[in-house]
């Protein structure tokens, strides 16, 4: 029994510590804490009210979405009046395709907020009557 705490296994070995002070475990930790900080205050602040953060994230997109379409339409009517003046039609057509993928982007985000609020409303049952029996007929499967 000369040496028996080597080799407990609730002693920590020698050097089993030596990586705990490594600039990648230091790295890794605050990378782990700051996300789990994330997570936390997105539960906290959105969990009962997701339309909140889906619907401002879509109005951004749908927002850039209608600007870009407003700077097609000046664009058509000033080449109305000189064919000269104004963006090119290649420019047009990106302008065109950047403009619709960002409303369509933006009402996704928008439609999976609704969504989002519908399944939390409904699951969280608080408005919910509970049911009262008053008589009970029989069990199920027997001949009452």
Do not use: W
């Amino acid at each position: 029994m000369a040496n028996s705490t080597a080799s407990s296994p609730c002693l920590p070995q020698p050097g089993a510590f030596a990586s705990v002070n490594s600039s990648s475990t230091i790295v890794r930790g605050f990378t782990k804490g700051f996300l789990d900080l994330i997570t936390v205050k997105f539960l906290t602040g959105f969990g009962h009210r997701p339309q909140h953060l889906l619907g401002n994230f879509g109005c951004v997109p749908a927002i850039l979405g209608l600007f870009a379409m407003a700077i097609l339409a000046v664009n058509l009517m000033a080449r109305l009046v000189d064919p000269s003046i104004g963006i090119g039609p290649l420019a047009q057509i990106m302008t065109a395709v950047l403009s619709v993928g960002l409303l369509l982007f933006g009402t996704q985000l928008f439609i999976a907020g609704l969504i989002a609020e519908l399944i939390v409303d409904r699951g969280s049952g608080e408005d919910l009557d509970p049911y009262c029996i008053s008589e009970r007929v029989g069990e199920v499967g027997s001949n009452v």
